[in-house]
T-cell receptor
Framework: GNSVTQMEGPVTLSEEAFLTINCTYT??????LFWYVQYPGEGLQLLLK?????DKGSNKGFEATYRKETTSFHLEKGSVQVSDSAVYFC?????????????FGKGTKLTVNP | SQTIHQWPATLVQPVGSPLSLECTVE??????LYWYRQAAGRGLQLLFY??????ISSEVPQNLSASRPQDRQFILSSKKLLLSDSGFYLC??????????????FGSGTQLSVL
């Protein structure tokens, strides 16, 4: 079945450091890929997405490129801020006919220190 | 604009007690609705999804059930809670139809502790 594997956390960085959170997937067909973010005490919200191979999703300085050859969708940011501290979830979509079911990774907790 | 409401925010229940979590969506019609659970140290697990009133699909066998009595209302229930039901429960909705890649909109979650 479909699955998502993302790097174990927690990740602790200093402000302005470079961030990479690895994500690889297993899926049949051509899934869409997502990164969701969960800030402390809140629900999840979509950070970025890519719907086909070689697409790059970007938002708030974060980027991820859909790599079909390596089945990866790694999240990157060149310079993190304290406000980026959150839990990040990689996910893929599997669904047809209007049902959009997302399969999530376990999440990676990021803490950015000033 | 669309909004999703989920309550209560936190809940502490004894083992064996019943459960009812409610989720409502405003500003859209005929959405897909979802219940996810985020257990400690684990990822988000899809529990139920619904494509319409009275239509519920269960993703994993468990002690919980879901119902959709109205188009924009999704309820998660249990007759007798187990310790393993503790977790963070998230309701979500998405627009129906079209190509894949549509995003989910999540509620703020309910932290359930079963003691």
């Amino acid at each position: 079945g479909n699955s998502v594997t993302q790097m174990e956390g927690p990740v602790t960085l200093s402000e302005e450091a470079f961030l990479t959170i690895n994500c690889t997937y297993t899926a049949t067909g051509y899934p869409s890929l997502f990164w969701y973010v969960q800030y402390p005490g809140e629900g999840l919200q979509l950070l970025l997405k890519a719907t086909k191979a070689d697409d790059k999703g970007s938002n708030k300085g974060f980027e991820a490129t859909y790599r079909k050859e390596t089945t990866s969708f790694h999240l990157e940011k060149g310079s993190v801020q304290v406000s980026d501290s959150a839990v990040y979830f990689c996910a893929l979509s599997s669904g047809q006919g209007g049902s959009e079911k997302l399969v999530f990774g376990k999440g990676t907790k990021l803490t950015v220190n000033p | 604009s669309q909004t999703i409401h989920q309550w209560p925010a936190t809940l502490v229940q004894p083992v064996g007690s019943p459960l009812s979590l409610e989720c409502t969506v405003e500003g859209t019609s005929n959405p897909n609705l979802y219940w996810y659970r985020q257990a400690a140290g684990r990822g988000l697990q899809l529990l139920f999804y619904s494509v319409g009133i009275g239509q519920i699909s269960s993703e994993v066998p468990q002690n919980l059930s879901a119902s959709r009595p109205q188009d924009r209302q999704f309820i998660l229930s249990s007759k007798k809670l187990l310790l393993s039901d503790s977790g963070f429960y998230l309701c979500a909705w998405s627009v129906k139809g079209g190509r894949l890649g549509r995003k989910l909109f999540f509620g703020s979650g309910t932290q359930l502790s079963v003691l």
